[in-house]
Structures are given as structure tokens and as C-alpha cells.
């Protein structure tokens, strides 16, 4: 009830309002009739045609319409494509260095000592106990007393340096420091690989002072293989009898090896940083026909893969870097990790990088060529503090490629190419509404307008236009003296970027008057485009961006001085809106009243479609409903003409429109009066006011 | 600080005044006369109420039936017979009330609280009016449509109030007063003072001259419970006066106000012209050649302004008085006055007698001119059961029942009260 009650005062509300109305379904509560307008329009040529940029106000202020249609664009993709082929490359390892170290081993007086305990002479022991006793006790002895001392198979342990190594070049120094108080008149030893037995290297020294005096020899190892674990024969060490000398047990004799400017065949190693692997190279781009010959490109999109396989059992510190790719002054370098391999295995891995937005250098390392980038790769070790074993024999495998590279700008010679426009059929929309009658224009201006997006200069020879009116079946042939000659085209500039125009009057001495009467709705075109036809001649300083373009326009002017007869414009409109829906409306007459601005007698037609798609009812004006505004001896409008137009819509009319989804208007003009030109002017115009009176349907809620 | 006004103001009403269950209600009846008719005192009293009443001095019970109950279509025969009873302006108005209300006694005062919910509406409008909304304007073609003094407005609220009564000199005197606090839901409002609607004889232009004023919500039926749209207040003030042969009451009722929040109100005073919706687009192809015609783009067309802003409206105020008196222990009577500060509402003249018919029974007649409708009658029927029931219907409907197309006017009044 109070819905209801709501409705009921709404209503009251609402109709009093200027008749606007509640918009319900289902059964009707009560009828009224309406008498009221419901819309309304007024139409220009600006409405008319309701792009205006295809209204051109002339002088007189009468109107050309004017129509571009594209016959045929040129993109950069059909000039440049930027392909690389894939760049491989295996690099083995071109260098193994270590760094200088040094390993000491101490023979002390303990170490004496426990030497002479153990050779089990009589003699031996006593001089052992007398020594032990002047250390313990600090007493001092007669350093005639020390006998001469032999050692064999003293350990070396050099594995903190390498488990083994092949050695390529290198250099061993040994440094023997006396820190006993008693001098050494001889010092014979022998260093071998404890496994091999081989011997390394071996000297002897006369004289070595006491407290801390030194003597040193240096071997070449070039060429040896040299163990961690070595062992030295210290075969004759004779003391010089100098009187009476205090001793300790910690005062020893400095046996210490130093290896230096080693690099290596192959080591189980602890490796320093160090750079393993080094190339550099050309890649030169492939696919570029026709002579294109690029010093420079800009990567819209793309991108850059990098596959790598390592043997080395390390972990491979990668860098790629294509120095003369920029982006934002920093050239492209890509840094990445490969994988230690497992022993006998490969380690593998694909890198990919967005190329886009990089400018590159296409002149290559020396700035002499074209097509062609310059690329590096460097590979590294790192101290890992772990010894690993890596060998010359290890290699780096690399491949390179691109994917997808789009260019945003090229820069070079883009070469003598040829591109044919057609043979093609294209439709011509301007006249598509027209359904039946004649118009005939005064006059037509046709031009062929090419617009040059690309840097480089051209040629452009029209071979063929022919018009066809597929409704009428006439078609006109373009003949003209721009026909079948080779006509120039200039090129667009850059900094600030401008397209070329090219335009070719078509219209002169042809008959494009004639071909455009026709009325057509296709055009069939062949049009051919050479690029460069005079070669090289801005040496190397053609350009194209990605977004450039070459397109073909036919334009059409066509100034409104024209003569209709029963020219019928058709248009179809959707009919679905929510007051129509509502099913308000009963029945009734719906009146068009027209005050017509345009020197054109029309009627109208209206025919209604279900969703189907199919004509259930129509409204049509007699002929020449609508008068014409009439003219004076200049044929121009000197006022508006009033007309109205009736339909009666009953009740069974009213339902088929209900069910209408699209309504076709079909409105057939004349000029008036016939046989004469008249021009269209900028300020005609045509009024419309639809008024119903209606038998109108209040809804329950 | 508005929480301190509050306090004040109950502290004001609660030295000052008394509130109780209005003195329209039938119950009253019964409750003044308890002590002749056997009710005990009570310390507490709960009511629960629904009402509606609907009455026009033009529009017919039948008419009314078909448009808000039956939904029977509304012929041309059916509006003549309405047109012929069409005064120059005419009324209409709709009050419907259901809520629950308490009054709970002490030595000193007793409280009054209470929930309302009310839906009420109200029209004046002239004959033309009727005659465009019913039949359309093409008979007004070429001539002035008189909309004039048109004043139309549906609106339905909460209040919730508290209050207090207090007999002074012995119960010779009785002062209360309640304060209510309301939240309203839907809106829709009309006014349109000295306006006038012509019709271009061929339909080209409808001229709106004059003055409007249309506010409105969408209706939405949550907005009757839940939903807030405006908020305001009201007092309620009660007076009475006891001497040996009856009881003279005065009572104002919903004396306040309801601001709508941000309400879509459409106004101007000129000369608004329609002359049919523009459509720019008409060629456009893949576009509707027919917008949708509503109250907006009309409005749009015709350059009246619209607006979403606030929008005080009073309520619609009841002053009533009357005087009971008891010619002897099985009858009373009263004669009163009751007017409503509402458009479309006049003076409402009543006389009512009461009947004790024995076994708890009451019959009540009563007889009105005035209101939204012209004279009326009115039936009542009360019973008290076991001394602490009263059960009441009052039946606004004779003439619905028995002349509905020569009738104007139809409600009913029933409770339901328990005394503790």
C-alpha cells in the first residue's frame, strides 16, 4: 500500500511536471493523452557530416567536402628487420697463475736433539744429554761439541699452496736462516716430490753466520710437476768450532721455499681472483636485402639471450658487455654466475636481457663498417680459499642471439627497394549511404597524396586508379598526364622529425570529375614505390623511426555545387532505449515538423526491424514532403521552408514498434530547382521537432 | 554541548509539563473513568497501535479502492463521476501510524516513551491538475491548465521520545510534554504557487509559467527502517484542566522539524518552455535516434535548476482540543476541535459519545467535518479484559462499505493496551 501510495503521489508529482511519466510494465492503471514534443534536432552540414575535418567553408562560405581515403601504407618492418645470427663462441682457459707464497719448516735444537736420541750410538746420546742439559740449564758448552748432523726425508708441506700442480713457467727460491749461536761451515740438501722421488732442486752452502745470518739458490720450474707434499735431504750439516755458546731448545735452522711467477698447465689449486677467460668479437646483422647498409639502430623491443657451458669445475664470474650498445650513457654489460661443473661434466645456463631502448653502434670495433656490433666476454675465478682443480684444457662455451629485436630508428642507407601498391581493391566510404539516385557534382579536385614518414628520398609511378560503382556496375578508368611517369618524392626531415607531403594533382586535364560521379564504393589502385632510386646519395644519412610510415592517399574535394535527383541517403539506427521499451505509448499521431534550410525537396521513410533483422512496419512521407526552401537568382536559400509530416501510429503499428530492435531511414532528396548547380552553404540548415499525441498507458508499480 | 541543551530541556519539561497517551486515542476514554468503571491503578501502561486514516473532499472511496488496492483499471466513466465531484481545489491526505508507547507511574510523575513510525502524506491541487494527471494535457491544447496553490507532499519518519507528566493543585491540573527524536526515510515534495501550464495548440511547446519547488529521494522501501536521510526533532506538549463535570484537554503534537540531507530538489520561478529533448546525435550511426525522456532531462531542457542540497520541512503539527464530560456514569461525551498544520488540511469539528455498555464493553460514536474530507462517521468498539486488557478498533469505513463512489474517506484505528 505504501508503495502504492508512493506511486499514486509521484504521479501526481511527476505528470504535473511536464508530462513525464512513470515507466512500468505489466497492466495499465489508467490512459491519457498526451500532447507533447519529444525531441527535437537541428541539422548543419557540421552535423551532417559529423567529422568536421572534412568540411571545408570556401570563401563564398559554401562548402567543400572533403574526403581522404588510404590506398596503401608502408611500414618500417618492410624496409629494415634487425636479425643477428646466432654468434658462438668456445673460449678455453687462456691463463692459471698463483700467487707468490712461501712455506717455512724449522729444524730447532729440540729437533737435534730428538734426532741424535734416536740414532742409538753411545756417542750420539751423550752429546744429545749434554745438550738437553746446557739448554735446560742454561749452561754453556763448547760449541766443539756439536756434532755434524745428516737428516733425510725432512717433510716440506707445501698443500696450502696446491695439492699438485703441472707448472707452465715459474721460479723456486730456497732461503736457509741460521738462528742457532753457532755458525755453519757446510749445508748440503736435496728436494724431491715425496711420491715421485724426483728430485726439484739441490745446492750446498759453505758458510751460514750464526744468529740469523742467511744464504739462498733459486730453481726454474718450468715444465715440472711439482707435489704438495715434498721432503728434503739434508745430508751434511758441519758447525764451525767457535768456543763456548749458550743454547735453547727453540733455536732452530729456517729452511723456506717460496714459489713465484707460477702459472700453470693445471693445478688442484687454491686459484687468487683472477681473469681465465677473455674474446672479443664482430656480429654482424644478416637479412638486410637490398642493399640496407645501418650505422646505427635503436631497439624498441627485443631481447638478448646468452647461453653458456663451462667445464671448469669452479664457479665462472661472467661479464658480456656490447660496448657500443647505450642506454642512458652505460653501454650494455650483463655480469652473471656460471656454475661450477661437476668433474668430467658441463655446467649450463641461459641468460636472458631485455635489449630495448639501446642504442647501437653499427659501425663496429673501428668504427669502419656497417651491419656489424662489437661484443665482449670476460671470464673470472674468485679466491675461494678452497683448492679446485681447473685446467687449461677447460672451456667456456658461449652462444649469442637475439630475439625479436623491433627497432625504434635506424640510421645508414636503406638501400634501392621497390614496393608495390597493389594491384588492389579498396572501398570508398564516402558515398556508402546513397542507395539510389544521381548526383552530380560541378566540379571535383583529385590529388594522390603521398606522405613520406621515412628519411629517405623516393619515387612513386601511379599505373593504374579505376572507380567502380558496384551498385550501378559503371566504373571509370583515371587518365591523366600523372598517369604511368615517375613522379618524386621528397623525404621527411629530422630534428624536428616532419613528414614529407607529396601531392599529384589528378584532377588536371583528367577526368576525375567524371570518375567521381559515378559514385563509387571501390577503387582499384596499382601504385609502385622505389626508395633511393638515385642510390647512396645522403651517404649514409637516411633515416626511419619505428612509428614512421609511408601512406598513399587518394583526396577528394568536392565543393557543394551539385544537382540530386531522388537521391535516397539510407542510414540504420539502433531503437532500443528504455522509453521506447517501456510500452508506454498506446497509440497515437506523431507529427515531424520540419523547417528546411536546404534547396532540397525530401521525404522520409521508416522501416522497422525485429531482432531478427527482419522489416515488420514502415512509415513513409509522400514524395516531397518536405518542401524546399526556396532560392533566389543567385540560387542561394532566402528562407526556411515549413512542412509537416503526419504518421498515424494505431495500436497494432504501435506493438510492431515496440518490437522494433534498428529502424533504416531512407530520405530521398531533389534540388530544387532541377537541372541547376546549387551550392551548399555553411549556414543551411534543417530543424526538426517530433511532437506526439498520444494515448498514453500510467502502469500498475 | 548539544547534549547539554538536551538535558536541559528534558529538566525543563520534567518541572513543567506532563506527557501521556494522546488524547485521540479511544483508550482515554476508559482510563479517565477507571475508578467509575473498575480499572485498578497501575504503575505501568503499554499501548500497541496501528492506525491509518485517508480522506479527500474529492476523490472517491472507489476511485481510491482502484487506484491503491485493486488496481482496477481507471475508465473514462469512472474518472467523469470523479471529475463531477472535483471542487476548484481540492484535498487529499494519508496518515498511517504503527507503534508501540509506555507510561510508567511514581508518586510524583510519570514517564511517557515511546516508538512511532508514520507515513504521511498530503495534496492540495486544482482540478486542472487532476484532469492533466488523469486524462493528459491535449484537452488543454491552446489553453492555460491552472496549477495554482498545488502543494503535494509524501514522507514517512521514525520518532522516538521520552516525556514526563505532572498533576498540579490535587490532579486539578495535569502538565506534559515529550520530546521526540526522528529520523526520516522517504521524500517527495511539490509546490507550486501561482503556476500555470499551457499547450501549444499543435503540440510544438508546453509552457510552464510560475513558480516550482520539487524535492525528492528515489523511493526506496529500505529507507522506511533503515536508512537515514534526514534527521530532526519534536516536541509534544499536554494540557488539562479537571472541574466537577468533565476534563478540558489541549494537546500540540509533532511541533518540530525534519532536515533531508542532501535531497535532489528541482526549483524556479520563470517561464520554462519544453519544447522537446535535443538530440545532437541523430545521424550518428549506431546511436539511438530516442534518448531517454525523464524528469531530468526535461528539466535540463527547460533550464530548471537542479540541485542536491538540504531541506527543512515542519511536520505536520496537531493542535487539538476538547472536553469530556459525563452526563452520567454510562455515558461520556466529548466535543473537540483538531487542526493539523498541513496543506489541504481544515479544521476537524468532532463529536463523540461513549457508551458503557456493561461486561467491559464501550461503543463509541462519533461524528466529523473537516480534516482532509468533509462530514464523516465513525464507529468504535472497546473492551477491557480481566481488569488489566483494553482492546479498541475503531472503524472509519461506513460509507466505504455502503456508498463507496459518493464517499470520500476510509481508515481504522486499533490497539491493543495492557496495564501492569
Not at chain 2, 491548465?145 to 522516538?160: E, G, H
Not at chain 2, 486539578?172 to 520530546?179: D, I, Q, R, V
Request: aromatic fraction near 10%; include cysteine.
Amino acid at each position: 500500500m505504501k508503495i502504492k501510495l508512493y506511486l499514486l503521489l509521484s504521479i501526481l508529482v511527476i505528470l504535473s511536471f511536464l508530462g513525464s511519466c512513470r515507466r512500468n510494465s505489466q497492466d495499465p492503471l489508467w490512459n491519457v493523452d498526451l500532447l507533447t514534443p519529444l525531441v527535437k534536432a537541428s541539422l548543419s552540414m557540421n552535423n551532417i557530416i559529423k567529422d568536421t575535418s572534412f568540411i571545408k567553408k570556401n570563401s563564398d562560405n559554401s562548402i567543400t567536402v572533403v574526403s581522404r581515403q588510404e590506398l596503401a601504407k608502408i611500414t618500417l618492418d618492410s624496409l629494415v628487420t634487425l636479425t643477428t645470427p646466432p654468434f658462438s663462441n668456445t673460449v678455453k682457459l687462456n691463463s692459471l697463475v698463483l700467487d707468490t707464497r712461501s712455506v717455512t719448516t724449522k729444524i730447532t735444537v729440540a729437533l737435534i736433539i730428538s734426532e741424535l736420541e734416536k740414532t742409538g750410538d753411545p756417542n750420539d746420546a751423550n752429546t744429545a744429554l749434554l745438550l738437553r742439559a746446557a739448554a735446560m740449564y742454561n749452561i754453556p758448552i763448547n760449541s766443539s761439541l756439536l756434532p755434524g748432523l745428516k737428516f733425510l726425508n725432512v717433510p716440506i708441506d707445501i698443500t696450502q699452496i696446491f695439492s699438485n700442480a703441472q707448472i707452465a713457467t715459474g721460479n723456486l727460491s730456497i732461503t736457509i736462516t741460521n738462528n742457532l749461536p753457532v755458525s755453519i761451515d757446510l749445508f748440503e740438501f736435496n728436494l724431491k716430490n715425496k711420491v715421485a722421488q724426483n728430485s726439484i732442486m739441490s745446492s750446498t752452502f759453505n758458510s751460514i753466520p750464526a744468529n740469523g745470518g742467511s744464504v739462498n739458490a733459486s730453481q726454474n720450474l718450468a715444465g715440472m710437476y711439482l707435489e704438495g707434499d715434498l721432503v728434503a735431504d739434508i745430508d751434511t750439516i758441519n758447525f764451525n768450532s767457535t768456543g763456548n755458546v749458550y743454547i735453547q731448545l727453540d733455536q732452530s735452522l729456517d729452511i723456506t721455499l717460496t714459489v713465484s711467477g707460477v702459472t700453470l698447465t693445471s693445478a688442484n689449486a687454491v686459484f687468487p681472483d683472477q681473469d681465465v677467460a677473455q674474446n672479443s668479437d664482430e656480429v654482424s646483422l644478416v637479412g638486410l636485402a637490398n642493399g640496407v647498409e645501418l650505422t646505427s639502430a635503436t631497439i624498441e623491443s627485443g631481447l638478448m639471450k646468452v647461453e653458456v657451458y663451462s667445464t671448469a669445475q669452479d664457479k665462472i664470474y661472467f661479464t658480456y658487455s656490447v660496448p657500443s650498445a647505450i642506454k642512458g650513457g652505460q653501454p650494455f654489460e650483463v655480469e652473471t654466475i656460471i656454475p661450477a661443473a661437476l668433474p668430467g661434466q658441463t655446467a649450463h645456463k641461459i641468460f636472458t636481457y631485455d635489449f630495448s631502448g639501446y642504442t647501437m653502434d653499427l659501425t663496429g670495433e673501428n668504427n669502419d663498417t656497417v651491419n656489424t656490433f662489437f661484443n665482449t666476454l670476460v671470464g673470472k675465478i674468485k679466491y675461494s680459499g678452497k683448492k679446485v682443480y681447473l685446467s687449461l684444457a677447460d672451456s667456456i662455451s658461449i652462444s649469442i642471439f637475439t630475439e625479436n629485436l623491433k627497432p625504434s630508428y635506424v640510421k645508414g642507407y636503406l638501400g634501392q627497394q621497390t614496393e608495390d601498391l597493389g594491384p588492389a581493391i579498396t572501398s570508398l566510404d564516402i558515398f556508402k549511404n546513397i542507395e539510389s539516385g544521381t548526383l552530380n557534382f560541378e566540379k571535383v579536385n583529385l590529388n594522390l597524396t603521398i606522405e613520406n614518414g621515412f628519411g629517405v628520398d623516393g619515387s612513386v609511378q601511379i599505373n593504374n586508379i579505376t572507380a567502380y560503382n558496384t551498385r550501378t556496375s559503371s566504373s571509370q578508368v583515371l587518365t591523366g598526364p600523372n598517369i604511368g611517369v615517375l613522379l618524386p618524392i621528397t623525404k621527411a626531415t629530422d630534428n624536428p622529425y616532419v613528414n614529407a607531403i607529396n601531392t599529384f594533382d589528378m584532377s588536371t586535364s583528367s577526368n576525375a570529375t567524371n570518375l567521381i560521379n559515378i559514385l563509387p564504393d571501390k577503387i582499384n589502385y596499382s601504385i609502385q614505390v622505389k626508395t633511393n632510386p638515385a642510390g647512396n646519395l645522403n651517404t649514409y644519412n637516411d633515416f626511419a623511426y619505428g612509428k614512421g610510415f609511408l601512406s598513399a592517399f587518394l583526396d577528394v574535394e568536392m565543393p557543394l555545387s551539385l544537382i540530386a535527383s531522388k537521391l535516397v541517403l539510407s542510414d540504420t539506427v539502433d531503437f532500443n532505449t528504455t522509453t521506447i521499451k517501456s510500452k508506454n505509448v498506446q497509440s497515437g499521431t506523431f507529427s515531424v515538423f520540419v523547417n528546411n534550410g536546404f534547396p532540397l525537396s525530401a521525404s522520409l521513410k521508416m522501416y522497422f526491424m525485429n531482432a531478427n533483422g527482419m522489416i515488420i512496419d514502415s512509415l513513409k512521407s509522400s514524395n516531397g514532403a518536405i518542401l524546399p526552401a526556396p532560392v533566389n537568382g543567385a540560387n542561394k536559400v532566402t528562407e526556411k521552408s515549413s512542412s509537416q509530416i503526419k504518421f498515424g501510429v494505431d495500436e497494432y503499428r504501435m506493438n510492431n514498434i515496440y518490437n522494433t530492435e534498428k529502424v533504416i531511414f531512407k530520405i530521398e532528396f531533389t534540388t530544387e530547382p532541377s537541372s541547376t548547380f546549387l551550392k551548399i552553404y555553411n549556414d543551411y540548415s534543417i530543424d526538426f521537432k517530433m511532437v506526439g499525441d498520444m494515448d498514453y498507458a500510467i502502469h500498475k508499480k | 554541548m548539544k547534549s547539554r541543551v538536551v538535558l536541559a530541556f528534558l529538566l525543563f519539561i520534567s518541572f513543567f509539563s506532563n506527557a501521556q497517551i494522546e488524547i485521540d486515542k479511544m483508550e482515554r476514554l476508559l482510563l479517565d473513568k477507571k475508578d467509575s468503571i473498575g480499572i485498578p491503578s497501575y504503575k505501568l501502561l503499554i499501548n500497541v497501535y496501528g492506525d491509518f486514516y485517508l480522506n479527500s473532499n474529492s476523490l472517491s472511496n472507489k476511485f481510491i479502492s482502484s487506484l491503491l488496492y485493486k488496481g482496477n483499471f481507471i475508465d473514462e466513466e469512472m474518472k467523469d463521476k470523479n471529475t463531477k465531484r472535483l471542487k476548484k481545489y481540492n484535498r487529499l491526505g494519508v496518515d498511517e501510524h504503527v507503534g508501540i508507547q509506555g507510561v510508567y507511574s511514581t508518586s510524583k510523575l510519570n514517564y511517557v516513551f515511546g516508538i512511532d513510525q508514520r507515513v504521511f502524506a498530503s495534496a492540495h491541487f486544482s482540478d486542472d491538475l487532476f484532469e492533466m494527471v488523469f486524462r493528459g494535457n491535449t484537452s488543454f491544447a491552446g489553453k492555460d491548465a491552472n496549477l495554482k496553490k498545488t502543494s503535494i507532499q509524501v514522507y514517512d519518519y521514525q520518532s522516538l521520545y521520552v516525556g514526563v507528566q505532572k498533576q498540579l493543585k490535587e490532579g486539578k491540573y495535569t502538565l506534559g510534554a515529550a520530546a521526540s527524536f526522528i529520523r526520516g526515510g522517504n521524500y517527495q515534495g511539490l509546490k507550486m504557487k501561482n503556476t500555470s501550464m499551457y499547450t501549444e495548440p499543435s503540440g510544438q511547446y508546453i509552457d510552464l509559467n510560475g513558480d516550482i519547488n520539487f524535492s525528492r529521494y528515489a523511493y526506496d522501501s529500505s529507507a522506511s527502517a533503515l536508512k537515514s536521510r534526514g534527521k530532526g526533532a519534536a516536541i509534544n506538549l499536554f494540557f488539562s484542566m479537571k472541574n466537577e463535570k468533565g476534563r478540558l484537554n489541549f494537546e500540540v503534537r509533532d511541533l518540530g522539524f525534519i532536515t533531508w540531507k542532501n535531497i535532489k530538489t528541482y526549483s524556479g520561478d520563470s517561464t520554462f518552455r519544453y519544447d522537446g529533448i535535443l538530440i545532437n546525435d541523430i545521424l550518428s550511426t549506431g546511436t539511438s535516434i530516442a534518448s531517454d525522456i525523464t524528469v531530468d532531462s526535461i528539466a535540463v531542457e527547460t533550464g530548471i535548476d537542479i540541485e542536491y542540497k538540504n531541506k527543512t520541512t515542519f511536520l505536520p503539527t496537531i493542535f487539538h482540543l476538547n472536553y469530556i464530560f459525563s452526563p452520567n456514569k454510562r455515558h461520556s461525551r466529548t466535543i473537540g476541535v483538531r487542526y493539523m498544520l498541513s496543506p489541504g488540511y481544515i479544521p476537524r469539528v468532532y463529536l463523540r459519545e461513549a457508551d458503557f455498555l456493561g461486561k467491559g464493553f464501550t461503543l463509541v460514536n462519533t461524528f466529523s467535518y473537516g480534516g482532509f474530507g468533509r462530514l464523516d462517521y465513525e464507529i468504535g468498539l472497546l473492551k477491557k479484559f480481566k481488569n488489566s486488557f483494553i482492546i479498541s478498533a475503531n472503524l472509519f469505513a461506513f460509507e466505504y462499505l455502503v456508498m463507496p463512489a459518493k464517499s470520500s474517506g476510509h481508515g481504522l484505528n486499533i490497539g491493543l493496551t495492557k496495564l501492569f
